[in-house]
């Protein structure tokens, strides 16, 4: 069994423009079950949800084999991943929102349970 890693993923400088596309990408997370960081990035032509749920997807476009949110609003999100934090899908992320505020500062914190490892990083 893989070890959770809690992180915390927080927006520190993030334009109105930016939130709405944030915003608007939340809404594509499923609401049936636990919320699938991946989600986000499912457009239906180029990724569908199944496709999201892939290991190679994943591991390639979010970092570790599976990633879920507890909490997300315009200020961040949290949640907990196998082995590693999503930092591959976050940089993926801000590549998305770079486009409507390229000064977005964003930070994402993490801990291992086990506990293995802790740390953080910024993004701007």
Known sequence: MANHVHFSVMFHQINDEAKNKL????????????????????D??????????????????????????????????NGYSAWSPPNVGVQN??????DYD???ITSICYEDEGPNFIGADVFW
Do not use: H
């Open 23 to 42: 915003n608007e990408l939340y809404e594509r997370i499923r609401q049936n079950g636990e919320a699938w960081f991946g989600d986000m990035f499912v």
């Open 93 to 98: 992320l801000l590549g998305i929102l770079e």
């Open 102 to 104: 390229p000064n977005i």
């Open 44 to 77: 239906g032509k180029e990724l569908t949800y199944e496709e999201s749920e892939k290991y190679s997807w994943t591991n390639e476009n979010i970092g570790p084999k599976w990633c879920y949110f507890e909490d997300w609003d315009e200020d961040g999100f």
